[in-house]
């Protein structure tokens, strides 16, 4: 089949969390199939871009309401990804540093959905597959079908994946110029509570709609931030799968970011060696449980919790533990990570930005993984913990509860806890601490949850069956 994605996102190119490690990854893994899966995203100013060498596939222009301009679309060169990379340029409003952020993202993200659809127009034949990523790629399905300009592509077959439905793109109908001319008729296609939703918008519009995770599938019928009724509505097409890891680049025996590897029989030795690497670097003590934090420092994965839930774990376990967070977001919750560096000088540390190599040696050289998200989708943090042999400290909600069986049951490996409160967060990591005196008990979590197939091999089926079901 030849599947297209479309997405925002995609590692190594420009990634910003999951959806590009996952649209990194899903095609590589279509293509070892036997499928001919190719990528087309927005060209960032990234170095991926100026590192690599690209040829032009096609030019083009449209126009954003009044606004005329000219596209290209570029190839690069020596698929070295295992997958076709198109990138879409369209100067002044694509080629920036940023993925997201500007005030003109609606703009943006509407040009480049209407040059994706001016270009799969001119094909001479149709691809089996559109398959669309969240909210930034929400109004293709809808231009697909009602655009008079894209009316060759109205039969073609679309599945949207929800990685996140809090962010649904909305703006005002004012902006329903920029759409070009479509069937004024199926305006509620468009609309979800008087704005233009681009995520409500793929929901109504996509052939098929999935999730990254079952239990994510689930709870979007009672908190999808106002989608709740079409959700309940749409429930006949949706289907939750869960995200895979791309285990040749999360792999702790060849990991590119290490100097120490490891495999699942040296599991212990091997960790240790890189936690004193960390440790060292952060003036952290290695003979203590160390305890990471990795992501973005927003309310979703209720980061704001973690500075008082760290001191208050500190206080009464009087230091037996360290703590290590990578993150970047809200700048109070970044502010007062940043405030406890001198204070808790040894037993705390933070790194505040965006540091690929530094979060593998992290996974590799943690003892625990902190997760108390209040919302977690799929969440890939966990399934590269247990990859590296690091035990999941999680709240039980979306895809942590799908894939981290806790402790205390029969085969488990992690540590669950029900609310995203600093009560049971700093009650996990006391948990934790208990266990990680207990070393044959480590040992054998970290080898059974290596052990854990996440890989796409399995995922890649059911994404196949999901388009055969559409054809
Ligand atoms: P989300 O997409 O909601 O941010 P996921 O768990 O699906 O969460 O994916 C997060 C991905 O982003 C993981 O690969 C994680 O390692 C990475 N990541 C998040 N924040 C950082 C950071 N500050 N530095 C490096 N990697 C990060």
Redesign the pocket.
Known sequence: MEIIHISAECYPVAKA???G?VVGALPKYQCKAGHIAKVVMPMYRTKFLYENEWTVDFKGNANLGSWFFDFTIIKESTNKLGFDLFLVDINGLLDRQRIYGYDDDSERFTAFQIAVASWMSSWEHNPDVVHCHDHHTGLLPFMMQYCYDFKKLSSVPTVFTI??AQYQGWMGWDKSRYIPRWDLWKRGMLDWADSINPLASAIKCATRVTTVSWSYMEELRFHSNGLEKLFEYERGKCIGILNGIDNEVWNPETDKYLTDHYSVKKVTGGKQKNKESLCQQFSLDPEKPLFVF???LVGEKAAEILPDAIKTSLYYTQGAACFLV???GDPEVEWRFTEMIEPYKGSFNAVI????TL?HRMYAGADFLLMPSRVEP????QM?AMRYGTVPVVRSTGGLQDTVVDMGDPEGFGIRFNHASIHDVEYSIGRGIAVYQDTAHMEKMRKWMMQIDHSWESTVDQYTQVYESIQ
């Open positions: 969390g999951g959806l490690d990685h996140n990795i992501g973005r990578l993150g970047s930005g965006y540091d690929e979060s799929c969440g890939l943090n590269y």
